[in-house]
Nanobody, 120 residues
Framework: QVQLVESGGGLVQPGGSLRLSCGAS????????MGWYRQTSGDQRELVAS???????GYGDSVKGRFTISRDNAKTTIYLQMNSLQPEETAGYYC??????????????WGQGTQVTGSS
């Protein structure tokens, strides 16, 4: 069974920083692309940043230059350093991972999310 566990959310003042972490685990699974998405109530989840096992990175347009995604392949953990956060970026931040097993092939999995709240 695959588990994605996020941490690091919280309350942040405008212009402040937070670092999110997402650890992936699953016996018999190999993880490739992982990423961060965010969602506010009633909206669709939008891509924040993604990173493959080989280190290919992508960012949503609104976070380029402020957010940095990184990955520790040995720990199957990704991180999201968020700088210059704004109140409108208040959202649930969710980790997604693509994982392969011999029985299921490639599947995508989601974590439970961590809340980031920008104070105003």
């Amino acid at each position: 069974q695959v588990q994605l566990v996020e941490s690091g959310g919280g309350l942040v003042q405008p212009g402040g920083s937070l670092r999110l972490s997402c650890g992936a685990s699953g016996s018999g699974f190999t993880f490739n692309a992982m990423g961060w998405y965010r969602q506010t109530s009633g909206d669709q989840r939008e891509l924040v940043a993604s990173i493959t096992k080989g280190g290919t990175i992508g960012y949503g347009d609104s976070v380029k230059g402020r957010f940095t995604i990184s990955r520790d392949n040995a720990k199957t953990t990704i991180y999201l350093q968020m700088n210059s956060l704004q109140p409108e970026e208040t959202a649930g931040y969710y980790c997604k991972g693509a994982a392969m097993s011999a029985s299921l092939g490639w599947e995508e999995y989601w974590g439970q999310g961590t809340q980031v709240t920008g104070s105003s």
